[in-house]
């Protein structure tokens, strides 16, 4: 049996591999060529795109609120310690910014949907815009970062025209601070009518001074919130970029010629497997 196992003939003959392969080498380069022309052709065909990117400081929340959603993102967030607040904010901001009700605030902005879903290669009228689609496409084009620095995040847009990516990554920045700014506003002022006619129909003083407190804390929160950098700053303001971010024509290139080679030798081996295997058959007939 071992004799058998360590027999030469009963091992795949790579010389035999090779002629194979040489013999029918001008169908192998034939069609390895005409796969990697047509990948040449298809990654021309690919419209380049452009990332502008940013690096943005989180600004420490006023205070936590509850939210529309229920109380289980507030009780989710007041279970974060205070020296991981940036956890906090990075939490909020990454669930906000991709929001709907946020994208409602851009898909309201003429402006940046027609810089969104437009480029030198295809002009969308803005009455034929869906917002789904477009929220979609919002969602793979901007990216939210964590970097390796704590409270600090990296903010990036990809688009086919590099002005307009620039444009498109500050117009976010600009409409998240000023969404997130009206939102707090909002619900200051509603806490703060509610603070006032408690404390008009009590007449308890501890009472009355924990809901002087936290009025003057609602105050101070209303005053946070007018700021212009509410809740991010930037560290690194958007440029407009200089290289390429995609697509990677020469991998693209590489990998489909690499890829149609082994599959026309695998092919043309298979196709003379199927041969051998047939001769054989006849024989034996």
Do not use: W
């Amino acid at each position: 049996m071992k004799q058998e196992e360590n027999n030469p003939k009963s091992e795949i003959n790579l010389i035999e591999i090779i002629k194979i392969l040489k013999l029918n080498r001008f169908l192998i380069l034939l069609f390895t060529f005409f796969c990697s022309f047509c990948a040449i052709v298809y990654s021309l065909y690919l419209p380049n795109l452009y990332i502008s990117e940013s690096s943005v400081e989180l600004q420490p929340l006023p205070s936590t609120r509850s939210e529309s959603s229920g109380g289980s993102i507030n009780s989710l967030l007041m279970n974060i310690s205070s020296p991981n607040s940036s956890v906090r904010e990075k939490f909020i901001a990454e669930k906000k910014i991709f929001s709907r009700d946020f994208f409602r605030v851009l898909h309201a902005d003429k402006d940046f949907i027609i810089n969104l879903t437009n480029n030198s290669f295809t002009k969308i009228d803005i009455k034929d815009v869906n917002f789904e689609e477009s929220f979609d496409l919002f969602k793979s084009r901007f990216k939210f970062n964590e970097s390796k620095i704590p409270g600090i995040i990296k903010l990036s847009f990809i688009h086919e025209e590099k002005k307009i990516a620039r444009d498109l990554l500050y117009s976010t920045y600009e409409n998240f601070n000023e969404f997130m700014s009206i939102n707090t506003l909002n619900e200051s002022e509603n806490s703060l009518d509610f603070l006032e006619k408690s404390l008009s129909s009590t007449k308890i003083p501890e009472v009355r001074n924990v809901l002087s407190q936290l009025i003057k804390k609602e105050y101070q929160d209303i005053t946070f919130a007018k700021q212009k950098h509410f809740f991010f700053k930037f560290i690194e303001t958007p440029e407009i970029p200089t290289q390429r971010y995609s697509p990677q024509r020469s991998i693209i290139c590489i990998i489909t010629f690499a890829l149609s080679l082994l599959l026309i030798s695998f092919i043309v081996l298979f196709m003379n497997l199927l041969k051998v295997k047939t001769k054989v058959i006849k024989y034996l007939d």
